[in-house]
């Protein structure tokens, strides 16, 4: 599942691990890197701007605020940026972070991903499948647009109006998949999904596979709140 701080009680106190961050990034990306930071409780203690256009941060952060922060700062300084960090010491529980702010989209059946369905399913989402991926019921296939969950056949096939085979698809109209590496998908995976790793792939799945489980549970929790 997706990876936990420790968190103490220190002389009554709830704590948790802070990290000291530092941010190399040009001028342009400032301020974005600052609201993403903002977010996660972090706290600047310093900031310098150098002669070359790049400006260095200097952030209090808690550590599970790190926790999906690298692809979404390589992402918004388009690559440039450079972030180190180590641990400073424990601290007074800094309050909720938001999570991903996106949902997943999840296969709702087993079989091979089509090019039909990936065309059609790719306008709304960022997916990490290839057509021919093999998928099954309950796995993320990828990244929703909006902050819902999503469900998708992602195995629909085309129909065939004519005489030509199904792997004549109009592929030159799919966008490349998005990366997931180990360290990406620690970092992008919701407290209801886990990874699944094996010497051939990476692949992300929901704990509870069955859809109708999921939406019964996330029903209730929404009732609780």
């Known amino acids: 599942g997706k ?6 009680e220190i002389d009554g106190v709830r704590q948790e691990p802070f990290e000291r961050l530092t941010v190399d990034v040009p001028e342009e990306f400032s301020g974005t890197v600052t609201q993403l930071l903002s977010e996660r ?13 790049w400006v260095r941060q200097e952030w209090i952060v808690p550590a599970r605020g790190l926790i999906g922060f690298r692809t979404k700062f390589l992402t918004e300084t388009r690559g440039t940026g450079i972030l180190n960090h180590v641990f ?25 991903a089509t090019p039909n369905a990936i065309i059609s399913i790719q306008e709304r989402s960022s997916l990490m499948v290839p057509p021919g991926t093999e998928v099954y019921e309950g796995m993320v296939v990828g990244e929703n647009s909006r ?39 620690l970092e992008f995976i919701g407290t209801d999904e886990c990874i699944e790793v094996t010497p051939q792939s990476i692949r992300l799945r929901k704990v ?18």
């Open 88 to 112: 400073e010491g424990y601290e007074k529980f800094a309050g909720s972070i938001r999570a991903r702010s996106t949902g997943s989209i999840v296969a709702d059946r087993r079989g091979p």
């Open 3 to 8: 990876p936990q701080v420790l968190i103490k």
């Open 208 to 225: 509870e596979l069955d859809p109708t489980v999921r939406a019964r549970a996330a029903k209730k929790a929404k009732a609780d709140a």
């Open 147 to 185: 902050p819902d969950d999503m469900d998708v056949n992602i195995c629909k096939e085309k129909k065939q109006t004519n005489m030509r085979a199904s792997g004549s698809d109009n592929t030159e109209k799919i966008t490349p998949p998005m990366p997931m590496g180990l360290d990406r998908a």
């Open 41 to 53: 409780r972090g706290r600047m203690n310093e900031v310098s701007h150098g002669d070359s256009g």
